[in-house]
């Protein structure tokens, strides 16, 4: 399973980012999928899951009501919506997998290389 993920950058306070991550080597739609960030200092976090079919997603409270997750199964690709960032979502951003989706809180058997977000004051 192979994960890359993209879409990270520099932004300002309250505007809004989108990240991808395609997935290869996988019949993605078996897999749930999800992201963690690591922040300067601090350990990873989970932020994001939604599981193979997409019906279920669950996130980070201080992410609820600002971050939406989607994918596209056809295109073996998940999304990651940041809406009204804050600085203090500055991170590097991972993507994960695994078949399992209560596991995708705790330890993914699969991760990306991660993207960095930054969100300036």
């Known amino acids: 399973v192979q994960l890359q993920a993209s879409g990270g950058g520099l932004v300002q306070a309250g505007n809004s980012l989108r990240l991808s991550c395609v997935a290869s080597?996988?019949?993605?739609?078996?897999?749930?999928m999800g992201w963690f960030r690591q922040a300067p200092g601090k350990e990873r976090e989970f932020v994001a899951r939604?599981?193979?079919?997409?019906?279920?997603?669950h996130f980070l409270g201080s992410a609820k009501g600002r971050f939406t997750i989607s994918r596209d199964n056809a295109k073996n690709t998940v999304y990651l919506q940041m809406n009204s960032l804050k600085p203090e979502d500055t991170a590097v951003y991972y993507c994960?997998?695994?078949?399992?989706?209560?596991?995708?809180?705790?330890?993914?058997?699969?991760w990306g290389q991660g993207t960095l977000v930054t969100v300036s004051s």
């Open positions: 994960t997998a695994d078949v399992s989706y209560a596991l995708l809180t705790t330890r993914p058997a699969y």
């Open positions: 080597g996988v019949t993605f739609g078996i897999y749930a």
């Open positions: 939604i599981s193979g079919n997409g019906r279920n997603t």
